[in-house]
């Protein structure tokens, strides 16, 4: 995981930025009520013009007030202590589609919700409440623009975060996820330690930043499911470039970029990159403004909270102003979270998932299929803990067997022909432990993995597998020729592919590399057309190449796909084929994005579509994301999977009730995606 740049380097540039402050004047535009506890703030874009917008200010304990674009009052609701506030748009129910602000209650220990309707009266319109068991005085909301799920998340002073899921059901906005007296569960609790005070999400990233008030700025994933460390962005001073954090905001731009937003009162107003970096890009102060506590920023400029005139106010200050006295600050193509979106993604639930594997960390990896000749029904899906072991389970899900031995990364199965003419079922795996192929017959049975000798001068000295000559064994996929030869990819880490020629003998199976292939940097997915004699491999960073399969083609790599951002968003992870006589499609894992590219091989293969696999409360089922390995099934499985299904190894695993478990593999009635693909 990468981390922003060392101590040393953050308190060079902190001495630089201090000498270059930049001190700006904010525009004439100013709120005309004042208020003596103005604190947050979140401005509702208007989806037809700036002139529109609206400032919602939370004003502690005179509860809440509307402003139009010129500072005029519009509404005020003192009825209760308010504290946070953030907005997001379109949260959609069967009919109905709300744009919401979510505030803190905090002497009630609670989130309440509003529908932000200017031509309706009032404009804020009460839409739902959250009781918790903390005090929230920062509330931050976060949609993912892949699925459109939305979280809300409160900090306590006490250093306390809490997150719950929430969903419109019928024009209210409700917990998603709720015990069996329907009591809300929050799908995420964790204590940071130090004072919080305030926090912002960037929906197209994925982060959750929180700051730890004279500590620093956190890096979260913003996804429950996502739960990777926390990570410092900054920290203060004399380390870095902060003194006392008071409040954060986004400010999105076309292509990913953008800026992270603080206002510090000792160091003033500072604009962090959003890219991976997150370095500090400009650091400035506001004429008239004593100290820096509130900065909320909108499409047209930012709304600075001067909390310490004598009659404090919200002051505008129009990105145009900003950018013309801060020199070289690019603050073109500025978006609103209503312009946020993937478009094309279409989303399907998880009808299954395995049990949790064995080990804790990044473990699961790789699903394969072993289709049942008698009893399509008792297929097995046969998958990978590369920290331990192969295992089978059934298409319950249920594990039939753990086969506790090396660490398989990945695996796949090709019927082979044996000494004596009868068939049975190949598989192999890229064993890291060893730097070997492994071999395995798959059956029917209490213990359907067996595994199969390897002989010849290719064998291990320590096992009977095969060494591979490989810098570092790592992804693996087969090929059963037209000939009815059958074969192993064997991708290492510095692009080096081998190809395996298996046989079957009385004694074992014999093994051979016949040639070897190249890609310039670390690949791993890969998958084999047995039809039409093509290899599929992804190199991780950069495309999807083909090659001819036949260990007597050409070792050319030909260009099938590259990443761009949009459908292919690096890592490139697992590859699986979809082939049904009518359908014809190669799908990658866009690991970058949490999404599954489709392309259609028998039309040019055009780019068809995206899918994500999102979760089903309902059933306790979580989506997918960070996913490695897939694998898509065609045959009729049954009632359940008629038209076959969809594997996904998923990094993220949660229980019903939004608790971390060790990884696991989704599956997906493979209607389910037919269906989002017709939608």
Request: with cysteine; charged share 25%; aromatic share 8%.
């Amino acid at each position: 995981m990468k981390f922003t740049p060392t101590l040393l380097a953050i308190m060079v540039s902190a001495t630089c930025l201090s000498a270059n402050a930049n001190s700006i004047t904010a525009s004439q535009t100013k709120t005309q009520v004042s208020y003596e506890d103005i604190a947050d703030a979140a401005v509702w874009v208007s989806p037809n013009n700036a002139n529109e917008d609206l400032l919602i200010s939370t004003l502690e304990g005179d509860g809440l007030a509307v402003f139009d674009r010129t500072g005029r009052i519009l509404l005020t609701d003192a009825s209760q202590e308010v504290l946070g506030a953030d907005i997001r748009y379109g949260l959609k129910d069967d009919k109905n589609s709300l744009d919401v602000l979510a505030v803190g209650l905090p002497e009630e220990e609670a989130f309440a919700f509003y529908r932000i309707d200017p031509q309706a009266t009032p404009i804020l319109q009460a839409v739902g409440r959250i009781d918790t068991h903390i005090a929230p005085e920062a509330v931050c909301l976060y949609k993912n623009v892949t699925t459109g799920e939305t979280t809300v998340t409160g900090l306590s002073d006490d250093g306390q975060i809490v997150q719950y899921k929430i969903r419109n059901r019928a024009g209210q906005i409700v917990s998603a996820v709720v015990d069996k007296q329907g009591k809300p569960i929050a799908v995420r609790e964790t204590q940071v330690g130090g004072e919080l005070s305030a926090c912002v999400a960037d929906d197209e990233t994925g982060t959750l930043y929180v700051a730890e008030q004279n500590v620093g700025i956190w890096a979260y994933g913003a996804d429950a499911e996502n739960v990777k460390d926390r990570r410092l962005v900054d920290v203060a001073q004399p380390l870095g470039h902060l003194e006392e954090i008071e409040s954060m905001d986004m400010l999105y731009q076309a292509d990913g970029k953008g800026y992270l937003l603080i206002a510090d009162e000792g160091a003033g107003f500072l604009m962090y990159d959003r890219d991976a970096e997150q370095a500090l890009q400009a650091s400035f102060d506001v004429e008239g403004v004593e100290e820096a506590k509130i900065i909320t920023a909108s499409p047209s400029g930012l709304w600075i909270g001067n909390t310490e005139a004598d009659e404090p106010v919200y002051e505008f200050l129009p990105l145009s102003e900003l950018q013309r006295q801060l020199k070289g600050l690019d603050l073109n193509e500025v978006q609103s979270h209503r312009q946020l979106s993937l478009e094309g993604v279409k989303l399907v639930a998880a009808t299954g998932e395995t049990q949790e594997v064995s080990e804790d960390g990044d473990a699961a990896d790789d699903p394969a299929f072993w289709l049942n000749p008698v009893d399509a029904s008792q297929s097995l899906i046969i998958a990978t803990n590369k920290k331990g072991g192969l295992m089978a389970y059934d298409l319950q899900g249920r594990e039939v067997q753990f086969l506790e031995e090396g660490e398989p990364n990945n695996v796949d199965i090709r019927t082979i022909t044996d000494w004596d003419g009868s068939e049975f079922a190949l598989a192999t795996a890229s064993n890291r432990d060893l730097n070997t192929l492994a071999l395995y017959k798959i059956q029917a049975g209490k213990e359907p993995i067996q595994p199969l000798k390897a002989i010849g001068k290719q064998r291990h000295e320590e096992a009977a597998e095969f060494v591979s000559g490989v810098d570092e064994v790592y992804g693996l996929c087969m090929y059963k020729a037209k000939s009815g030869q059958v074969y192993a990819f064997m991708n290492g880490k510095n692009g080096v592919i081998e190809q395996w020629r298996l046989t079957a003998t009385k004694a074992g199976i014999e093994g051979e590399v016949v040639r070897r292939l190249q890609v310039d940097s670390q690949p791993e997915g890969c998958v084999a057309d047995d039809a039409t004699g093509i290899l599929y491999v992804g190199e991780e960073d950069v495309a999807i190449w083909t090659f001819q399969a036949d260990e007597n083609a050409s070792t050319k790599a030909s260009l099938f796909a590259a990443v761009d951002g949009k459908h292919l968003v690096d890592d490139i992870e697992g590859l699986t084929l979809y082939q049904n006589g009518k359908e014809n499609y190669l799908i990658a894992s866009s690991q970058g994005n949490n999404t599954y590219a489709i392309y259609d091989l028998d039309n040019d293969n055009r780019y068809l579509a995206s899918f994500a696999i999102i979760g089903d409360d309902e059933k306790g089922v979580d989506g997918s994301s960070d996913t490695d390995g897939i694998h898509a099934v065609t045959a009729n499985l049954g009632e359940d999977y008629p038209h076959g299904l969809f594997l996904a190894q998923d990094w993220y695993n949660l229980d019903a009730e939004y608790r971390a478990q060790k990884q696991n593999f989704k599956i997906v009635d493979w209607r389910n995606i037919e269906q989002a693909l017709r939608d």
